[in-house]
């Protein structure tokens, strides 16, 4: 499993945000953990799925003929057609590669490595699956509560069909909450025609969130889908090494973390330097705790995702 990620340079730091609203460092690093994010100054959520593409391709030495499908999980994506997928599909020339997009939120790589596994486990050979998103675009920069919690980035696996790949991937558990979907909700886009007369949905393009809502949905819910993934891999909660969680807040991780009674040394965090990158927060982590030696072949890792939809995703891996 190759991965990869890309952000945009643009560093965005807390104390820059006193200029688009009321807040400061204080709140923003003592109520989320987050003390920067990147935000694009022009590149699209294509524009960074596409370097990881290439970044893929270049280090597992396979041609972008060689790929069977490429799926972009994202919220954020450039237009509602084409598919990122199918813009990514273009620029690197994979030729014979279905694209699509798949749209989970921050769940969507976790339900994407689902979607790939079965690919691979059918007729096809090779693909690629990018979490991509360009948050910032869907933020009302001066709303304190949702502007101060998001960034921009991609990250990205290569999976091939291959005995070692079958093994990698245990259980998993996918679970969507459609009864709590309105509190969380970004890019509405209202019916307009001459003929539309009925009142619109109230909600807007911005994001808007019950945040003590999807707090609690999480620090519940994510806790009880690690333990099914686990169970359903024959596994206990103890066996799994790493714990890597979807980024949207240093305390939700803290509180899952202590309600699974594993030790926060094994819950890999980043969401200081990133912030909340929706479906990009997991393979950017990933990403990084591969380059940087955290993860070790062999090792047991739970890969979680959570949000829109509301949803939830855990992936069991030995890595
Ligand atoms: O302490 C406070 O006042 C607030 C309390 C509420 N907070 C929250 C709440 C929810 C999220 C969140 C967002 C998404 C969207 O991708 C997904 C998953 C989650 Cl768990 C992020 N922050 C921020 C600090």
Redesign the pocket.
């Known amino acids: 499993m190759q991965t990869a990620h890309e952000v945009p340079d643009k560093v965005v730091l807390n104390d820059e945000l006193k200029q688009y609203m009321d807040t400061s460092d204080e709140?923003i690093s003592s109520?989320?953990g987050i003390r920067q994010r990147h935000v694009s100054t022009g590149q699209t959520t294509a524009d960074l799925c596409t370097s990881v593409a290439q970044q893929l391709l270049a280090q597992s030495g396979w041609s972008a003929d060689d790929l069977d499908f490429i799926i972009v999980a994202t919220?954020s994506p450039d237009y509602m057609t084409p598919a990122t997928a199918a813009i990514v599909q273009n620029r690197i020339h994979a030729q014979h590669a279905f694209a699509f997009d798949l749209s989970a939120?921050?769940s969507g790589f976790i339900y994407g490595l689902r979607v790939a596994k079965d690919l691979l486990a059918g007729d096809c050979h090779r693909g690629l699956l990018i979490g991509g998103e360009v948050?910032s675009k869907l933020v009302d920069w001066q709303e304190r509560?949702t502007a101060v919690?998001?960034g921009d980035g991609a990250g990205g696996v290569l999976l091939e069909q291959s005995d070692e790949t079958a093994s990698q991937f245990l259980a998993s558990d996918l679970q969507t909450l459609g009864e709590l979907g309105d509190r969380?909700t970004a890019g509405y886009q209202p019916v307009t025609s001459p003929f539309a007369t009925d009142a619109t949905d109230p909600h807007q393009r911005y994001?808007e969130?019950d945040?003590?809502a999807?707090?609690k949905?999480?620090?519940h819910d994510v806790p009880r889908s690690i333990e099914r993934a686990v169970t359903a891999s024959s596994l206990m909660v103890k066996d799994v090494d790493y714990f890597l969680l979807?980024q949207?807040?240093q305390?939700?991780i803290d509180q899952i973390a202590k309600r699974l009674a594993q030790p926060t040394d094994k819950f890999l965090s980043n969401v200081a330097n990133y912030g909340?990158t929706?479906a990009a927060?997991v393979p950017i982590l990933l990403d990084e705790a591969v380059r940087n030696g955290t993860i070790q072949r062999g090792q047991t890792i739970a890969l979680s995702g959570?949000?829109?939809g509301?949803t939830i995703g855990t992936q069991l891996i030995q890595y």
């Open positions: 709140w109520r989320t919220m939120a921050c948050l509560s919690l998001f969380l994001f969130m945040g003590r999807v707090y949905f999480a620090t979807h949207a807040n305390r939700i909340n929706s927060s959570f949000g829109g509301l």
